[in-house]
Structure formats: structure tokens, C-alpha cells
């Protein structure tokens, strides 16, 4: 059985840091990323991550803030956050697929539970 474990949200200051942490139980995957969903609006990409070359990609909200990576001994992926943001408060979900990279939360088929982020201003 597949399972995505998240932790690491809080509640933190405007220009504070928070790193997220995905444990897989079940299986590795080939692309895992992060999404998040704010209150009323729809869930969006914010970075991806391949497994064969560790290429991430992200949106351009988290470019030069967010730093995505894995750790394929732990079976963990990891989004570290700098500089956070009112605006990136949300639940932080990730998320993984055994297909090619996407930023679209269609192409992914196994989902954690979501951790909450808090910036406050």
C-alpha cells in the first residue's frame, strides 16, 4: 500500500523559513512534487523533481525561495521555504507519480494528507 507522509508546516513570521518533509511508504517514485491549495482558491504547483537526475522545477512564485530535493536512501522529498510570504500560506500538499514531469494535479496519482503553512504579517 502506497502512502505519502507529510510534516514540517507551522505557523511562521513574514521572512522566516520552514522545510516540509514527504516520507513514501510503499514504493519510490519517478516524479514527486509539491502543490499547495490557500483557502478558496483552486490547488497549484509549486516544484517538481525527478528521480534520475534531480532536476527540479518551479513555479515562479517559489523560484530563488524554494528549494525542493530528495533524499532516495530515506525515500523523502524535501521543500525547504526562505523568505516566506502572507501569500504562500496554504496547505502544502505533495504528491507523486510514475510518470514524466507535470505541473498538473491531474498527471499525479498519489496524494498526502497536507500540512498547514501559516506566514503571518
Known amino acids: 500500500q502506497v502512502q505519502l507522509v507529510e510534516s514540517g508546516g507551522g505557523l511562521v513570521q513574514a521572512g522566516g523559513s520552514l522545510r516540509l518533509s514527504c516520507t513514501t511508504l510503499g514504493r519510490t517514485f519517478y516524479t514527486m512534487a509539491w502543490f499547495r491549495q490557500a483557502p478558496g482558491k483552486e490547488r497549484e504547483f509549486v516544484a517538481a523533481i525527478l528521480r534520475n537526475d534531480y532536476t527540479p522545477t518551479y513555479t515562479n512564485s517559489g523560484k530563488g525561495r524554494f528549494t525542493i530535493s530528495r533524499d532516495s536512501a530515506k525515500k523523502t522529498m524535501y521543500l525547504q521555504m526562505n523568505s516566506l510570504k502572507p501569500e504562500d500560506t496554504a496547505i502544502y500538499y505533495c504528491?507523486?507519480?510514475?510518470?514524466?514531469?507535470?505541473?498538473?494535479?491531474?498527471?499525479?496519482?498519489?496524494w498526502g494528507q497536507g500540512t498547514q503553512v501559516t506566514v503571518s504579517s
Open positions: 504528491a507523486a507519480s510514475g510518470g514524466g514531469y507535470s505541473n498538473r494535479v491531474t498527471d499525479y496519482n498519489y
